[in-house]
């Protein structure tokens, strides 16, 4: 089966902050995506939910570091993988 990008933007959209379970007894995985203060973007969420997403990312920042290489990207000199998960263009 072909999924378009449009499908699957819209199943990852629905899927934004629930609990979805592993394989793994206990273990389950959340797709969060940060949204900044500047944004219009925030949708449903206020400060305290913003907060804990944050704090959320920032340990899968740290998880990230310590199982792989850092890339940074040589034009701007920023880390790859920080931008990826704090949504940063």
């Known amino acids: 089966m072909i999924f378009s990008i449009e499908q699957i933007f819209q199943h990852l959209q629905k899927l934004i902050g629930k609990s979805v379970p592993t394989p793994v007894k206990g273990l389950s995985c959340t797709i969060l995506r ?3 203060e500047n944004s219009s973007d925030h949708g ?3 400060d305290a939910v913003m907060a804990e997403h ?4 920032s340990i899968a920042l740290d998880i990230l570091h310590e199982c792989f290489v850092t890339i940074i990207e040589p034009r701007t000199e920023s880390d790859i993988s920080e931008d990826i998960v704090f949504n940063r263009e």
């Open 54 to 57: 944050y704090g959320k990312l």
């Open 44 to 46: 449903h969420y206020d």
């Open 34 to 36: 940060f949204h900044r």
